[in-house]
C-alpha cells in the first residue's frame, strides 16, 4: 500500500487553469474519489499523481517519496501505479489473457510468474472462461473487467481510475461499482477515482472530493458532503441540495433557528445573530403541510412520478424565491394547486464566496 500527498500542486495549459495550488492526502488503503463537473481538472490531477504530467508548482509524494516537482515528474513506470481508463484502451489483436499479461512482459516479468499473475487477476474479475477471447467478442462490461484485471495483474500499491464506469449502461455501472468495491477489500492497494457522477463517488469512496475550477471546493466522508457542504457549489452538486437565503435569528436548543421569507424554522449549523447567510435545503426534509402559520406558501408549477415519490417543483410566493423540489409519497396535488411547505432539516453553509 502507499499513501499520496500532494502540496500546492497547480497546472496551467496556456492561459487555462486546470489545478490551482491543491494539497490533499490520501491516505494507504483509501479509496478516495475526485468529483466534479467536465473541466473541474479532476483529471489532470490524476494525471499528476500518475507522472503524465509534470506539475507548474507543488510537490507530489507517493509513500513519502518525492514522485514530482515543478517542472518534473518521475515516469509513471517507475511509480509502481496502475491505471484503469474510460476507453478500456484493450489491444484488439490479443486475447484476453495476452491483453492482461502485456505490461507484465514489457517489464520482463519471468513466464511462469506471468501466468500465475494472469490467472489470478482473470479469476478476481470471474473471467477464466474468456481468456483466449478477443475484445470484440466481449461485452462492455467484460471488457472493462479485462482492462482492470490487466491493472490488478500489476500488483499496484495505487490503482487510478479515471472514468472507469461512463461507457457502460446504468445495470452494468451498478454491478461494476460493486465489484470495483470487492477488488478494493480484497487487494488493500490505495484507490482515486475520477468521476463526474456523485451516485459513483458517494457509493464506492471513503472520502470525496468536491473540485471546481481547478481548486478543491472541499473533501470530506460521503455523508458530510451531503449533510454539511461547506460551499453554495457543493450543497448544489452534490444532492441537488436548494440554497436559500435566510436571516439568523439565534439559537434555538441544539438548532439554530431563521428566518426563511418569513418564516422561522430551526435548522443545523452555526452563526450569529443578524446575519444572513445560505441554507442548503433537499427534497426529502420537505414536506406538504395543511398548517399556514409556519410553512412557506407557494403553488405547484411541476410535478415528475419517480416511483417511490413524486418530485413537486414548488414556486414559493416570496419575491425572487427560487423554486423549491420537495418528495411527495401520496397523491400528489395538480399542477397549479396552492400548497404549504414545511421545512424539516436544513444546513447553514459555512462559506457563501
Not at 70 to 96: D, H, K
Not at 253 to 282: K, Q
Not at 313 to 320: E, G, L, S
Request: charged share 20%; with cysteine; glycine share 8%.
Amino acid at each position: 500500500m502507499a499513501s499520496v500527498s500532494l502540496e500546492g500542486v497547480s497546472k496551467r495549459f496556456g492561459a487555462t487553469r486546470a489545478v490551482e495550488n491543491v494539497s490533499l492526502t490520501v491516505a494507504d488503503g483509501e479509496f478516495f474519489a475526485l468529483l466534479g463537473p467536465s473541466g473541474c481538472g479532476k483529471t489532470t490531477l490524476l494525471r499528476l499523481v500518475a507522472g503524465f504530467e509534470a506539475p507548474d508548482a507543488g510537490t507530489v509524494r507517493l509513500a513519502n517519496e518525492v514522485v514530482s516537482l515543478s517542472g518534473w515528474a518521475l515516469p509513471p513506470e517507475e511509480r509502481r501505479i496502475g491505471m484503469v481508463f474510460q476507453s478500456y484502451a484493450l489491444w484488439p489483436n490479443m486475447s484476453v489473457a495476452e491483453n492482461v499479461a502485456f505490461s507484465l512482459r514489457v517489464r520482463r516479468v519471468a513466464s511462469d510468474e506471468r501466468k500465475r499473475r494472469v490467472a489470478t487477476a482473470l479469476a478476481m474479475v470471474g473471467l477464466e472462461a474468456m481468456a483466449k477471447r478477443r475484445p470484440h467478442e466481449l461485452s462492455g462490461g467484460q471488457r472493462q473487467r479485462v482492462a482492470l484485471a490487466r491493472c490488478l495483474a500489476m500488483r499496484p500499491a495505487i490503482v487510478l481510475l479515471d472514468e472507469p464506469l461512463a461507457n457502460l449502461d446504468v445495470h452494468l455501472r451498478e454491478a461494476m461499482q460493486q465489484e470495483f468495491a470487492r477488488f478494493h477489500r480484497e487487494i488493500g492497494a490505495t484507490f482515486i477515482y475520477v468521476t463526474h457522477d456523485q451516485a459513483e463517488a458517494m457509493a464506492l469512496a471513503n472520502r470525496v472530493v468536491v473540485m471546481n475550477d481547478g481548486r478543491v471546493e472541499q473533501a470530506a466522508a460521503p455523508q458530510a458532503l451531503y449533510r454539511e457542504p461547506a460551499t453554495e457549489m457543493v450543497a448544489r452538486f452534490v444532492g441537488h441540495g436548494m440554497v436559500v437565503p435566510v436571516e439568523i435569528i439565534g439559537r434555538e436548543g441544539p438548532r439554530m433557528l431563521v428566518d426563511l421569507w418569513g418564516v422561522r424554522i430551526a435548522v443545523r449549523g452555526e452563526g450569529d445573530a443578524g446575519e444572513c447567510r445560505s441554507l442548503c435545503l433537499h427534497a426529502e426534509n420537505l414536506v406538504l403541510t395543511s398548517q399556514t402559520t409556519s410553512a412557506i406558501q407557494g403553488r405547484v408549477v411541476a410535478s415528475a412520478y419517480q416511483g417511490a415519490a413524486t418530485v413537486l417543483t414548488i414556486q414559493p410566493n416570496a419575491a425572487n424565491a427560487p423554486q423549491l423540489r420537495v418528495e411527495h409519497a401520496s397523491a400528489p396535488p395538480a399542477v397549479g394547486a396552492s400548497v404549504a411547505v414545511a421545512v424539516r432539516d436544513g444546513w447553514i453553509i459555512r462559506n457563501t464566496a
